[in-house]
């Protein structure tokens, strides 16, 4: 994985998330604990990632192992909704899978777009995103 970027927008509450290359279960679980170091105290989070210019390298089995680590880490939050933006057949269908997977777990929503425009419009939809 190449160029990793975390950053938090505090006029939209939105944590934007990107990066390039190809990317591994250990690279995914990477991402997922900077994520948790830096956020972990809020709440609620809104997340939007851009995986435009990156490739998934995990298997079915790997995505299961990140659902665990998803699941360590949504425990006592009011809500977190991740909104992946993707490109590509086959990140489309680990997204919808992922989706399924994540779908039981209280607080945490997950979804795949193709816009940033759709994405932020799912992620303003949160029960607890602050209203103007």
């Known amino acids: 994985m190449q160029n990793l970027n975390i950053t938090y927008n505090s006029d939209n509450h939105i944590v934007y998330i990107t990066k390039e290359g190809r ?3 250990n690279e995914a679980i990477l991402v997922l604990n900077k994520l948790v170091e830096e956020y972990g105290k809020l709440e609620t989070i809104y997340i939007l990632e851009d995986s435009r210019q ?3 390298d995990i298997s079915l089995l790997e995505v299961r192992e990140f659902y665990r680590e998803i699941r360590k880490n949504v ?3 009011k809500e977190i909704r ?3 933006m993707v490109d590509t057949p086959f990140e489309t269908a680990m997204g ?3 989706q399924q997977m994540v779908a039981p777990l209280k607080g945490y929503d997950y979804r795949c777009f193709s816009t ?3 994405a932020l419009a799912w992620l303003k939809k949160g029960t607890y995103y602050p209203k103007k």
Do not use: K, N, W
């Open 96 to 98: 919808v899978i992922f």
């Open 116 to 118: 940033e425009e759709a």
């Open 75 to 77: 425990t006592g939050r």
């Open 23 to 25: 990317i591994s279960l």
């Open 82 to 84: 991740h909104a992946d």
């Open 54 to 56: 990156s490739r998934l």
